[in-house]
C-alpha cells in the first residue's frame, strides 16, 4: 500500500439479543427478501417485529451480568487492562451512589469527554443508573468547539480524560462567561494513573468508585423508558451540531431490532463462542456508542478498545486478538483492503464485517474480501442510519444480494421514498430523499423544535436528508446527500458517485467532489484529489480523461485540484462545507 493511501485514512481516522425473555433466536432466522412488502410506495421491514421492553438501558445489561458475570467484557487494545461483567456493575453502581451523594437528580446532563477506553461502559451505565442523561463530546474538539456542546446541552458536569482537561476547563471558562454563570457543579477526571496534583473543583474518577463507596442498587428508578437517556450531538457537517434526544426506549429498541434480523448479525454471548468485537470507532459517536459498545454489553460479547487509529495498535489488535465482528467506516475499510501489513490470517477469526456512517462502492467491499481467508464463512455488508434513528434504519438481508445494497428496513419500521419538493411517495428505481417511521426515531432535537419539526412530519415520517432508491425486492441504495447533490443545468450529480469511480484510478489515493458556482450550468462538479504517493505522472487532464469516458456529458468534472488530504469527519464523512470554503479562498487567492 502507498504511503499517500496509508496516510489520508490515518488523517481522517485521527479526528475520529435482547436478554433472558426477551432474547431472539435470531441466528435461526431465515428472511426472503421476497418477505418484504410495499403498498402505496411504503415498504414494510421484512423482519419479525419484536416487543420491546418497558425497562431502562442499565436494566436490561444488569441481565447479562447475572447471566455471564466472570466474562471479560471490555479490554483494552493497548495496555490490557478490563473489565469483568461483574466488575462493571459493581463499579458503575459506585459511580452512581457518588453522583447521588454529590446532588445530581433526574434531568441532569453530563457530559463525556473521553476516549475509546474500559471506563467509558462504567461512566455510561453509572449515570444513567442514577437517572442522568449522558452528552458524548469529541475528545478532539478544540475549546470553542466543545463550548457549543457543553452550552447547548445544558450540562452541569462532566467527565474528562485527563489529556483533555486543559481544553475542558478552558470550554468551562468560556460557558460561564457567555451565560454569566457557573453551572458546572463537578469535573472527574478518569486517569489510571496517579500522580499530578488536580485544579480545584477537580476530583478523580477512582476516587468515587474506590472500595468503600457504597455500592446498594437502589430499589427503583425516578425516570421512565421514554425519557431522555442520551443526548448526542450531530455531526454538524452542514452547520452547527445539534443535540439529538434519545430515550432508553429507543436505544434498546434499536439494538433489539438488530439482533431480530438473521444471518450474522446478533452478537454472541459467552455461551455460544463469546464475539470479541473491535472498539476503534468512537463511543461518542452514536454508531460506536450503540452498534458495538452497549450492542455488545446487552448480549455478551467483548469489545477490544482503542482510543485513535495508529497503523501499527491497528494492525497489532488485528494479529493479536481473536477479532470476530468488525463495525467499521469507510476509511478503516479502505485500509484493510489496501495495506500489504493486513494479510489473511489477521482475519482469520473474523466472521462479519460491518461498514456504516457513510455510503461505500461495492468495489471496495470486494477488495476486502478478497483477503479473507474463508470468505462464504463472513458476512460483508453496508448497513443504513444516521444519529436521528438512534441510529440504525436498514440492514442487510442475509445472504445480501450485492455489496451495494444497505438492506431492507429493520423490525417494526417503514421506508419510503420520497419527491423532496413535493412529498409524494416514489415506486421503485425512482430517487428521492429517504425517509423512515419507526419506535427508534428520535423523541427530537434538543431545545430546538423548529428542526424537529423540518425533520419529523406529523406522522412521524422522518425524512433523513439522504437521496437514495429501493428496487422491487425492497432493498435500499443510498447515493448522496440531498445538500450536497450538485444541480447542473437542473440535472443532479451525486458526488459520492464520482468519488468512487475516480478512486478507482490506480494513481488515486483519495478524492472530494463538490459542486461550485457557474454562470452558465448553475453549478458544476470539481474534485479534490490526494494521489498516490510518487504518482508524479497524474494530471489533471489525465483525470478528466479517465472519468469522462465513464460518466455523461452533465457529469464531466469542470476543474481537478491536488491536495494533500480531504477533510473528513471522525465517521468517515467527506466534509464538503470544508472543502467548499478552501475552494472559495483558493479562487480568491487567484483573483487577487
Known amino acids: 500500500m502507498s504511503r499517500g493511501r496509508l496516510g489520508k485514512v490515518e488523517a481522517c481516522l485521527r479526528s475520529l439479543r435482547q436478554p433472558s425473555v426477551c432474547r431472539l433466536h435470531s441466528q435461526h432466522v431465515s428472511v426472503s427478501s421476497q ?56 463499579l458503575s453502581l459506585r459511580f452512581a451512589n457518588s453522583l447521588r451523594k454529590a446532588g445530581f437528580t433526574r434531568g441532569d446532563v453530563i457530559a463525556l469527554v473521553l476516549p475509546n477506553s474500559p471506563e467509558f461502559p462504567i461512566v455510561t451505565l453509572g449515570a444513567l443508573e442514577a437517572d442522568l442523561s449522558l452528552s458524548f463530546v469529541n475528545h478532539s474538539y478544540t475549546p470553542d468547539e466543545m463550548t457549543h456542546q457543553l452550552k447547548d446541552s445544558g450540562s452541569v458536569c462532566v467527565v474528562v480524560a485527563a489529556e483533555q482537561l486543559k481544553v475542558v476547563l478552558s470550554s468551562i471558562d468560556k460557558v460561564e462567561k457567555a451565560t ?91 455461551d455460544q463462542g463469546q464475539d470479541v468485537l473491535l472498539g476503534l470507532l468512537p463511543f461518542y459517536h452514536i454508531y460506536g456508542l450503540v452498534v458495538i459498545l452497549l450492542n455488545s454489553l446487552l448480549y455478551g460479547g467483548q469489545v477490544v478498545t482503542l482510543p485513535k487509529f495508529e497503523q501499527e495498535s491497528f494492525v497489532q489488535t488485528l494479529e493479536n486478538e481473536k477479532l470476530s465482528v468488525l463495525m467499521l467506516v469507510p476509511p478503516l475499510i479502505l485500509f484493510l483492503s489496501a495495506s500489504d501489513k493486513v494479510t489473511r490470517k489477521h482475519l482469520a477469526n ?23 481467508p474463508s470468505p462464504d464463512k463472513c458476512h460483508i455488508n453496508q448497513a443504513y442510519g444516521l444519529t436521528e434513528m438512534s441510529p440504525v434504519a436498514t440492514v442487510p438481508i442475509f445472504p445480501a444480494k450485492n455489496l451495494a445494497t444497505v438492506g431492507a428496513p429493520v423490525s417494526n419500521t417503514l421506508g419510503k421514498i420520497i419527491n423532496p419538493e413535493t412529498g409524494e411517495a416514489l415506486g421503485p428505481n425512482q430517487s428521492g430523499e429517504l425517509c423512515f417511521k419507526g419506535p427508534q426515531v ?36 443510498v447515493q448522496d446527500r440531498l445538500k450536497e447533490l450538485i444541480k447542473v443545468k437542473g440535472l443532479q450529480v451525486p458526488p459520492a458517485e464520482l468519488e468512487e469511480l475516480l478512486r478507482t484510478h490506480p494513481l488515486v ?31 489533471a487532464e489525465h483525470v478528466k480523461e479517465f472519468l469522462s469516458e465513464r460518466v455523461s456529458r ?9 491536495t494533500d488530504s480531504i477533510p473528513k469527519s471522525a465517521a468517515g464523512k467527506i466534509l464538503r462545507k470544508d472543502l467548499r470554503e478552501l475552494y472559495k479562498n483558493q479562487k480568491k487567492l487567484y483573483l487577487h
Not at 473474523?350 to 479473507?372: C, H, M, T, W, Y
Open 180 to 270: 454569566h454563570s457557573k453551572p458546572f457543579r463537578r469535573i472527574i477526571v478518569v486517569d489510571t494513573s496517579s500522580g499530578e496534583s488536580l485544579p480545584q473543583g477537580v476530583c478523580r474518577f477512582s476516587e468515587l468508585v474506590a472500595d468503600g463507596v457504597d455500592q446498594t442498587a437502589k430499589s427503583g428508578y425516578q425516570v421512565q423508558p421514554t425519557d431522555m437517556a442520551l443526548l448526542p450531538y450531530s455531526s454538524g457537517t452542514t452547520g452547527l451540531s445539534k443535540g439529538v434526544c434519545l430515550s432508553h426506549r429507543n436505544i434498546l429498541c434499536n439494538i433489539l431490532q438488530l439482533s431480530s434480523t438473521g444471518g450474522n448479525s446478533a452478537i454472541h454471548s459467552p
Open 350 to 372: 473474523v466472521r462479519n464485517i460491518f461498514s456504516g456512517a457513510a455510503p461505500l462502492g461495492a468495489s471496495d467491499l470486494e477488495k476486502v474480501k478478497e483477503k479473507l
Open 35 to 90: 418477505q418484504c412488502r410495499y403498498n402505496s410506495h411504503i415498504v414494510k421491514s421484512p423482519f419479525p417485529d419484536i416487543d420491546i421492553p418497558n425497562k431502562l438501558i442499565p436494566e436490561m445489561v444488569w441481565e447479562t451480568v447475572d447471566r455471564f458475570p466472570e466474562s471479560t467484557a471490555i479490554k483494552c487494545g493497548i495496555t490490557g487492562r478490563s473489565y469483568t461483567f461483574a466488575q462493571i456493575h459493581r
Open 554 to 562: 452533465h457529469k464531466q468534472l469542470a476543474d481537478v485540484i491536488f
Open 442 to 477: 428520535m423523541l427530537g432535537y434538543h431545545n430546538n423544535p423548529k428542526a424537529t419539526a423540518n425533520m419529523i412530519d406529523p406522522d412521524g415520517w422522518l425524512r433523513t436528508g439522504d437521496i437514495g432508491y429501493y428496487e422491487e425486492d425492497s432493498h435500499f441504495y
Open 509 to 539: 489515493s483519495d478524492v472530494g467532489v463538490i459542486g461550485v458556482p457557474d454562470p452558465r450550468s448553475g453549478e458544476v462538479p470539481v474534485a479534490y484529489i490526494v494521489p498516490q504517493k510518487h504518482s508524479k505522472k497524474l494530471t
